[in-house]
């Protein structure tokens, strides 16, 4: 093969994966657009303040709002992790027997009080990629300010059995923060990020994070559980706000990328902040 040949199969294959990484790269674009306008279109939505108990919430004391982010119907997943969590501080609060339904935010709350603070507990019923109308709505009928919101969700950079609380900042890959983050206008929220691990072998990261934990990694996810409702109480009975407040539309946590590592495993390591690169349903 002459050089001038090589030259025009090399240019022209360079051509075809320009072309499609362009494609590639328009399609995930065109992807995030989608979900921030099904977001706006899920909003829109007026409410209208309710009397009895979810009155009484805004009279006095401070506000928090914990959310265990997942996908309806898929509690026992990984990706759900955040559901089991959140199932596992309600139990401990004593209202694991008080979720009831809320059509207006799409999904499930139920409410409980730690030292002088209104706690309330949601379960949105939409799916991870939209998690964040069913945030906000809770938010605003609540009277809960971002800074004030937990976020409880799986970490594919953090292997079963380590936990951390990170203080706002980016969604990190992770779709379900991303759409907290876009709803909410602001990325000031703490999350409890949850590992779940990353796939071994030739298993794909969708098919990961929709299975099921085996019955040996079940015996770690029982001592997560309660490191992490341990956790969780720790940070709602603190009297101030981990993260100032930022302006509508603003971004940057004043602690983004700062965490508290904590090991759920019984060798008690300490947890290790890795670079996220993960992509997530």
């Not at 805004?58 to 119907?73: A, D, F, I, Q, S």
């Not at 706002?168 to 779709?175: E, F």
């Amino acid at each position: 093969m002459s050089r001038m040949t090589e030259d025009t199969v090399w240019s022209t294959a360079c051509r075809c994966l320009w072309q499609l990484l362009k494609k590639l790269f328009n399609f995930i674009a065109m992807r995030r657009l989608l979900m921030r306008v099904i977001n706006r279109a899920l909003l829109s939505e007026t409410f209208t303040p309710a009397m009895g108990v979810e009155a009484e919430i805004h009279t006095e004391g401070r506000r928090k709002l914990v959310v265990g982010l997942g996908n309806p119907g898929m509690e026992g997943t990984r990706h759900s992790v955040g559901m089991a969590v959140l199932g596992a501080l309600a139990a401990r609060l004593g209202v694991a027997d008080r979720w009831r339904g809320d059509k207006y935010v799409s999904g499930e709350v139920t409410l409980s009080e730690i030292q002088h603070t209104h706690v309330v507990l949601l379960r949105p019923k939409l799916l991870m990629n939209v998690n964040g109308v069913s945030v906000a709505k809770a938010a605003g009928k609540y009277g809960i300010k971002p800074e004030d919101i937990l976020l409880v969700h799986d970490e594919l950079d953090k292997p079963l059995g380590k936990i951390a609380i990170k203080h706002g900042g980016s969604a990190r890959g992770h779709n379900g923060v991303r759409s907290c983050v876009d709803c909410l206008q602001t990325d000031v929220m703490p999350r409890l990020r949850v590992g779940i691990g990353r796939p071994t072998g030739k298993t794909s990261v969708e098919r990961h994070v929709l299975s099921r934990f085996t019955s040996e990694e079940q015996k770690v996810l029982d001592s997560v559980l309660v490191q992490s409702v341990d956790l969780l109480l720790s940070q709602l009975s603190q009297q101030d706000s981990q993260s100032p407040s930022s302006p509508a539309g603003g971004r940057q946590a004043a602690q983004s990328g700062k965490e508290r590592g904590h090991s759920a495993s019984l060798d008690q390591d300490s947890a290790a902040d890795a670079q996220s690169s993960g992509w997530k349903l």
